[in-house]
């Protein structure tokens, strides 16, 4: 239990809730910092199961020297530069690692698997864009003529080498989060019906942590501009522009929200973010609800808890929400156990509700 928060609801779990506040802006910040992983079993697998996350993990572990000689190359000897607070291999490998534990994953939800991607896409409003100085997205948009809110969704470390079409796969790598939802025609109807879309692809890299924040920042921009509008990018409001992040998205999300460019952010597992009393006041004014899991093996639950009760501390309570569930909501196991929290956050249409009221 957390001493200053007062329990909401749920026997799984624990929410915290307090009324929005009035935006203000904030300058920007641009810090990388990310958490060592820590691995997990569970008995409960079964055998042909764990014999195929052993070999999953195993040739992640092979992969991991060869990450580890480009890292030292790229970068030098990393103990001499301040901005890596954990070695560039741990968070390089953690997004080999977790690829190749999502091979070893049942597959999400009860959605059919759709080996064409690009009728699922169609049939879905979802497109393709791309912004040739920034990144390729995937942009989804319903029917409607006016200006909408929109949510840029930053996706975790995983695989990034199929195309962006991979964002849209419900039992890919980044499958449950909300462009899989709405390509599958499972997401919430509150978020089908009323938002804009947009989801960047790091592609070729593991996630977008390593990536300048101004990068990202440009991209949202050209979304929001003329130039984005040709490509095939959605009508927006450029002035309810939110945030959704899960796990290397979600500290990348937190940075961003500091820019002041975002009205409000949804932040599932989030690991390392920088300075925390540094990045907390630039968050004052800015609506925010996290969601991590107890049981998370890859990113602990304590960075969450320790970045809610610094905002708490910092800026008073007011416009701060946090979920923290006691166990996997998603029936995850072994190395992922604890740390499908950004599938559970996508499916609940009371986020894009809160949103919608900002």
């Known amino acids: 239990m957390l001493p200053w928060f007062t329990p909401l609801h749920s026997s799984s779990s624990s929410s915290w809730i307090y009324s929005a506040p009035l935006r203000a802006s904030a300058s920007g910040h641009d810090v990388k910092s990310f958490t060592p992983l820590r691995s997990a079993t569970d008995k409960q697998r079964s055998t042909g199961a764990v014999k195929k996350q052993c070999v999953a993990l195993g040739l992640g572990l092979i992969f991991g020297a060869t990450v580890s000689r480009r890292c030292a190359k790229r970068h030098g000897p990393l103990h001499a530069k301040p901005e890596f607070e954990e070695p560039c291999l741990r968070r390089e490998l953690a997004g080999l690692l977790t690829v190749s534990a999502l091979s070893a994953m049942p597959a999400i939800g009860n959605a059919e698997v759709t080996t064409d991607n690009q009728r699922l896409l169609s049939s879905r409003k979802l497109v393709e864009v791309r912004d040739p100085q920034t990144y390729p997205a995937l942009a989804y948009s319903p029917d409607a003529s006016a200006k909408l809110p929109l949510l840029v969704v930053l996706h975790g470390a995983g695989s990034t080498d199929l195309g962006v079409q991979e964002l849209a796969d419900p039992n890919g790598c980044h499958g449950g989060l909300p462009p899989s939802l709405l390509a599958s025609g499972r997401a919430p109807a509150v978020l089908a019906n009323n938002f804009a879309v947009v989801a960047p692809y790091a592609a070729g890299r593991s996630s977008f942590i390593r990536e300048p924040r101004e990068r990202l920042l440009r991209f949202v921009d050209w979304v929001c501009s003329s130039e984005g509008r040709r490509a095939g990018c959605p009508n927006v409001d450029p002035q309810r522009i939110f945030l959704f992040g899960y796990s290397d998205g979600a500290s990348v999300g937190v940075q961003l929200a500091c820019s002041g460019k975002f009205r409000a952010g949804v932040f599932a597992a989030v690991g390392g973010v920088g300075d925390v009393g540094e990045i907390t006041p630039k968050l004052r004014g800015i609506p ?25 501390k910092t800026n008073g309570p007011v416009g701060i929400r946090y979920t923290r569930y006691e166990q996997d909501q998603e029936g995850f196991t072994g190395f992922l156990k604890g740390h499908s929290v950004g599938i559970t956050a996508s499916k609940q249409p009371e986020i894009y509700r809160w949103l919608l009221s900002l």
């Open 288 to 312: 925010t609800w996290f969601f991590h899991s107890v049981d998370d093996g890859i990113l602990p639950v304590e960075g969450t808890d320790s970045l809610v009760a610094s905002l708490v």
